[in-house]
């Protein structure tokens, strides 16, 4: 039994994504004697990993804010010196699509201006990344890059990207899975566009970040974290080799 006290910023993180993944397992295991499918399979996800995560801060952390998809944004996390970002649920079609795997649980921690703690839980898959025990990413097993994307609605801006640097494209479902792509060696790259929130990338940047990828917007500059306005609508994570290559295709051609 894992005694949360006990645990450093780095390993809590993981302990709380874990916490949140097993209620999720069990939420989707329930689904089908309960009725639960589509919306409503999303829903009783989201509002049940929600509450586990809210009562492991409030119960562990009582003393740092928190920035979460699923609840009202408290404007006091601007002053806080500790500022939790979770998502509980990224991926909710696809966690509502059993047995789709790509879906996960972000937990990441702000202080004093930069992100210093974060995991991502993968529970389908059993695994779990974070910044404690950061992953080492192997030498690139492919001869021409893959860039991860969404298998709905990749951008326009990336297939010309992919035209360009003769990679292939790779279809799957949440941003974490994305990122996490990158750090497993799945991909060699994660560019999007399309509009996100601080709480869709901290934690997958903060694990990607801590296996020496690169992160940035996709112009480059560095993303922020705990602003005011919650959009963080765009970014790379890709192996550090790539990055000079998208970001000057970026510039030259822009998103659109």
Known sequence: MIDPTTLDDHAFAAWAAERA???LLDVRAGAQAQ???GKALKDAGDAAAQAELDRILTEHRPDDAVLSEEAADDKTRLTARRVWIIDPLDGTREFSEPPRDDWAVHVALWEDGDLVAGAVAQPALG???NTGRPSVVPPRTSERPRIAVSRSRPPAFVEALAAELDAELVPMGSAGVKVMSVVRDVADAYVHAGGQFQ???AAPVAVARAAGL???RVDGS????NEDDTSLPDLI???PEL???IVDFVRRHGTD
């Open 214 to 216: 690169h992160c940035s």
């Open 35 to 37: 009725g639960l499918e």
């Open 222 to 225: 560095p993303l922020v974290y």
């Open 237 to 239: 994570v890709c192996r």
């Open 199 to 201: 709480w869709d990338n």
């Open 21 to 23: 993944g097993t209620v």
């Open 243 to 245: 990055a000079e290559q």
């Open 127 to 129: 695994e779990t990344f």
